[in-house]
């Protein structure tokens, strides 16, 4: 950090380093590098499949469900395109809404329950018993609820599970936040009369990282089920996208003569909860400290 | 002291190592301690002396290994035991008592069941354990009835925890009797009886005591024997009189004279114009009280010392003169102009003028900011944008006696000390004329301390006035001119410090005065 560092870049810059140092805890433990594997692998797929799939997604190479056809690997799907190709192409729209849905609702969460602990009083109460509403409705039924009433958008998706997750998250940083404000430099900066604002994103927010991150993988995971669930259930994106979930529903039938179809989206899909979780467990295990040993 | 001469515990070149970095915690640790004896584990944070007492209970704390020597209780060396036989030995042979009572004992737990548990002994009939307790508990100096037996541990005053603690320790008979600074938490008062008690009943028992402490001034006055260590090594060790009156290594001839003596003689000093001036303050928290009528003045370049037991209301009088306390009501002026109870309604200016160091230096400061930030931060809000910020910085850093190249820490990368002589850089940048100090010494080292109040005092010769609250009244004598008894709220004795000392006229301000350990290695002070 060089010259003027005290504004919100400084509490940037300063989360960079510390959040470097929860990583760097977090990859000792063998959890985490499994995780980052299995996940990275997943992405990689996602990200490159496009550039590298052999066919375009909506390009009819077979019969319905045959197998063993000549130039595919895993043989046509339902409609008789590549099951290669659609899968290839199917990983980065699920990646990118749960990635999408997960980011704003912790971001809208950290700002409720970072207000709700540092106020605290009748603020606290009335942000927190909204929250308890909005907790009452089960994740699922409501996306459902929405989809079925508005209709299946892609925004909608977006910002239907990132309301889900917001008093969720928010409960969890107005927690890690009492427990913030309560130390003496919060108080120190109140003596100077720095404005509320200021203290939150300076002396609090860059203080509860180690939460927020571990909320984050946690919502992460939950994201990708949520939108694999409202694509099979086809509230999510729409035929003929190619889409994991939507794959699995469109190939179940099938399943018995082309199990391949159904079998490459679902490997995927656990396999990236799983790492997701993976890493999650590894980062909230670095930031309480457990197995740490003695350091130099 | 009792006739027998046994010796109970006998530790051999203990060797405790940190994993995964293989670092020496401790290094070839030797100890002998007799039955009826008090051995007093003196060193610094960090220095080992948590980790020795805990080996004696067979125990290590996580990511630490023993790596060598043996340590032998009555007899029967720990290393030969396997689960079953530390968990026997464990509260019988060897039994601990922990620094805080408050997080020892089960809240959910009555006494009844928290001291019968203590004596696990099952060849006792139901009402045999209960004799046992009850008399356990009249020797600590607590009350033996069934209404005492039937409170939970919040129920108690800090020192009856403490009591409950050693009496939970005892209630086994145990061999030896590991202490963890039992009356660091403590004000004089209570400290005195605990030390009282542990005395008593390490006699009565013959347990063979190791005292874990870095206070000097307490080990003087309870132990047989001091063993000094330091960075995890043995440097001293030797019989009280002996080591006080002729400590042969450097470290411990450090620690002797970071004590601060009681002085009596403190002249009487010219006041100069009143800075501050609080007439008629009460305050509290809710309903509750804490403080009422109080009237206290502090001069320009003079230090007022506010000394009482916890709970006094010193550190909320402290607060509410920093702006940081609400429901205050009362008068304040500060340089002549009346100054708003409330922080927020304070002009920048005055709260320039009043900065405020906190106790805790490790809860003091963001650790997610360098230094140089930590400095600058408040200096932005209440002077302004500097011209060079290097120098802002530096110059503050050169006051708290910090090198410049500490502004590129973060508070982790710094010791406690050094953490709290950060906290006063911070607060001396924007150039106050009044500093509030409160116990900024007490969660800091003996040695440590005795540097931080030189520290203050040279920013006092600067012209700069302090409040300084503190529970030490030893302390007191060497920093301030005046000095303001609190008890329960009020203030029962003001006066210039000389005058206090030496002829104080509340019973109260006596009393704290007797209890202070009294602190004389010149004369060799032994504990018999």
Known sequence: ?296 | MTETTETVLAVEGLTVIGRPSDVTIVGDVSLTVRRGEILGLVGESGSGKTTVGLALLAHRKRATEITGGRVEVAGQDLASLDGRGVRALRGRAVAYIPQSPASALNPALRLRVQLGEALHDGSLSPAQADARVREVLREVALPDDDTFLKRYPHQLSGGQQQRVAIAMAFVGRPDVIVMDEPTTGLDVTTQKHVLETVRRMTREYGTAGIYISHDMAVVAELADAVAVMYRGELVEHGPTGDVLSAPEHEYTRALLAAVPRMRTDAPEAERGDELLRVSGLAAGYGRTRVLEDIDLSVARGECTALVGESGSGKTTLSRTVAGLHRGAVGEVLFDGAPLPLHGRRRTAEQRRRIQYVFQNPYEALNPRKRVRDLILGPYRHLVGRPADPDLVVGRALERAALPASYADRFPEQLSGGERQRVCIARAVATGPDLLVCDEVTSALDVSVQAEIVALLRGLQDEGMALLFVTHNIALVSNIAQRVAVLERGRIVEYGPVGRVMSDPRHEYTRALLADTPDFAPEAGAAAE
Do not use: C
């Not at chain 1, 496009?50 to 046509?76: K, L, Q, S």
């Not at chain 1, 927190?128 to 089960?138: I, T």
């Not at chain 1, 679902?266 to 980062?283: H, P, S, Y």
């Open chain 1, 1 to 296: 950090m060089s010259a003027p560092p005290i504004e919100a870049p400084a509490a940037g810059a300063a989360r960079g380093r510390r959040g470097g140092g929860l990583f760097r805890a977090a990859w000792r433990h063998g959890r985490t590098k499994v995780g980052v594997v299995l996940t990275g692998l997943v992405v990689l797929v996602a990200v490159i499949g496009p550039f590298i799939a052999p066919y375009t997604p909506t390009e009819f190479v077979a019969r319905p469900f045959e197998t063993g056809v000549d130039g595919t690997v895993f043989g046509g799907d339902n409609r008789g395109r590549d099951v290669l190709t659609r899968f290839l192409w199917g990983g980065w729209t699920l990646l990118l809404l749960a990635v999408a849905s997960a980011g704003l609702g912790v971001l809208a969460g950290t700002v409720v329950g970072v207000v709700a602990g540092y106020l605290r009083g009748w603020a606290d109460e009335a942000i927190m018993r909204v929250n308890d509403m909005l907790l009452a409705f089960p994740q699922l039924i409501a996306a459902l609820l929405v989809m079925s009433i508005i209709g299946p958008k892609t925004w909608l998706i977006v910002a239907v599970i990132a309301v889900s997750h917001m008093p969720r998250v928010a409960r969890v940083i107005r927690e890690a936040t009492r427990s913030v404000v309560e130390q003496d430099y919060v108080k120190a900066a109140e003596a100077i009369g720095l404005p509320r604002w200021r203290i939150m994103a300076v002396e609090i927010l860059p203080n509860v990282t180690g939460p927020l991150l571990v909320e984050l993988g946690l919502r992460l995971t939950y994201s990708i089920g949520v939108v694999a669930v409202l694509g099979f259930l086809g509230m999510g994106l729409q035929p003929p996208t190619a889409d994991w979930g939507l794959m699995i529903n469109e190939n179940r039938q099938g399943m018995v003569v082309q199990p391949w179809a159904v079998l490459l989206p679902v490997t995927a899909i656990a396999t990236l909860t799983i790492g997701a979780n993976l890493i999650t467990d590894g980062l909230s295990r670095a930031a309480v400290g457990i197995d740490r040993g003695v350091g130099k």
